[in-house]
């Protein structure tokens, strides 16, 4: 091996040292907390829209859209779960149950901290976060976003599975 | 109109009054965060696709019957695991068989102690707790009302009419014309022209009067005379 060749020079590591940790960060930014646009990966086909709310603050027009039948039944007929949760709940041992994890792990970006409650999140089956933003305003438009979000296996064209 | 009516022989007990409704920081005043939604913007909503499961209610226990359904409901609401709870669990925990139970004694139990499963506690109405199984508290530590998570209505049909906009269940008391009162669960509001009515799961089994619902109009409510009112927004998450 050539002097030219060697990895270990003083001169590699100064370059490679920061581009790895850079290259770890992002991707653990991007496997669990992406910014405004989706995260990483092919559009998921299930997943859990994920309400944060604060109940406190609740207004007409967002309880409209968290008990709405029509979003229920759309979600429940593309297979995908609905959950809706304070900020401040906790489970029967007063942590922060593990339906927040996704959450806060979003929250957890830069990006996503001024975003005022509620957030709708598309959470994909392993926990992550697809993509995040504010809840939009309708029950109609939650069903938009959803579906334009998502690979909806009812939807695709036939033969391609 | 599938309206309450009182039980062929009043009886004193059910939804006893309560004199000293709960307020704390557990538990605030609803009109300190919301003003009541004016009249005229008011709109007809419902929660009845939220409720699932009626109960056929043990002697006295109307009260625990409709917290527990609001427990179940808040949690319907939420997307959590659909669970049958157990109210005679609840209303052990304050009261003795056939005495009846304050609104306030039930939210105060389920911010302290919470309600039982049915498939823990062996059923929907085992009596008494005593025969429960050793744990039952962490069972029904599961199925609570978060701290600072329900509101006093302070018996205003005004407010339980907004709580039921805002989606919140409404939980009320109302007193027999004879004696004695009954409690339910208000889980839409509808109306018919002028009339504002409150609907929601009665507590007398799934086919009383056809589909377990009674509906009762504001003139209903404030002739009965009312004995309480909460509204619960939110559950611990199991």
Redesign the interface.
């Known amino acids: 091996m050539s002097r030219n060749q060697r990895s270990d020079s003083p001169s590699s590591v100064t370059w490679i040292l920061p581009l790895l940790v850079l290259g770890l960060l992002l991707a653990s930014r991007g496997c669990q907390s992406p910014g405004p646009g989706p995260g990483p990966g092919p559009k998921p086909s299930q997943v859990c829209l994920l309400i944060v709310e604060e109940?406190?603050q609740?207004?007409?027009e967002t309880?409209?859209i968290?008990?709405s039948?029509e979003l229920?039944t759309w979600l429940s007929q593309h297979k995908h779960?609905?959950?809706?949760?304070?900020p401040?709940?906790?489970?029967?041992s007063g942590n922060p149950?593990s339906?927040l994890d996704p959450y806060l792990a979003w929250r957890s970006a830069e990006a996503n901290r001024s975003v005022t409650l509620p957030v709708s999140l598309l959470v994909r089956s392993d926990g992550s976060v697809y993509l995040g933003g504010p809840l939009p305003g309708s029950a109609a438009a939650v069903i938009d976003w959803v579906r334009a979000n998502t690979a909806d296996q009812a939807e695709q064209p036939r033969g391609s599975r | 109109m599938r309206t309450l009516a009182p039980p062929p022989a009043s009886v004193a007990w059910g939804c006893r009054e309560d004199p000293a409704p709960l307020v704390d920081d557990r538990c605030r005043l609803f009109a300190d965060?919301y003003d009541p939604?004016p009249r005229a913007k008011w709109?007809p909503?419902?929660?009845d696709?939220?409720i699932w499961h009626i109960f056929d209610q043990a002697d006295g226990m109307c009260t625990s019957n409709a917290g527990t359904q609001a427990v179940m409901g808040c949690r319907e609401?939420?997307?959590?695991e659909r669970r049958v709870l157990a109210p005679s669990t609840l209303y052990g925990q304050h009261s003795r068989w056939g005495t009846g139970s304050t609104l306030s004694e039930n939210v105060d139990a389920l911010l302290k102690t919470g309600v039982c499963s049915a498939g823990f506690s062996g059923g929907e109405q085992p009596w008494p707790l005593s025969g429960l199984p050793k744990g039952w508290q962490?069972d029904a530590?599961?199925h609570?009302i978060?701290p600072g998570?329900v509101w006093n209505l302070a018996g205003q049909f005004d407010l339980v009419a907004t709580a039921l906009?805002?989606?919140?269940f409404g939980w009320i008391g109302l007193r027999w014309p004879g004696g004695g009162g009954h409690s339910v669960l208000c889980s839409s509001l509808l109306r018919q022209g002028n009339v504002w009515i409150v609907r929601g799961p009665n507590s007398w089994g799934p086919t009383w009067n056809g589909d377990g619902f009674f509906e009762l109009t504001e003139r209903q409510c404030s002739s009965m005379g009312s004995h309480g009112a909460f509204a619960v927004?939110?559950v611990?998450?199991?």
Do not use: C, N, W, Y
Request: hydrophobic fraction near 40%.
């Open positions: 109940s406190q609740r207004t007409p309880a409209e968290l008990v039948s229920r779960l609905l959950r809706i949760v304070d401040d709940a906790v489970d029967s149950p339906v | 965060d939604l709109k909503a419902s929660l696709h939220l609401l939420g997307g959590q962490q530590a599961r609570k978060l998570h906009q805002m989606s919140f927004r939110a611990i998450s199991s």
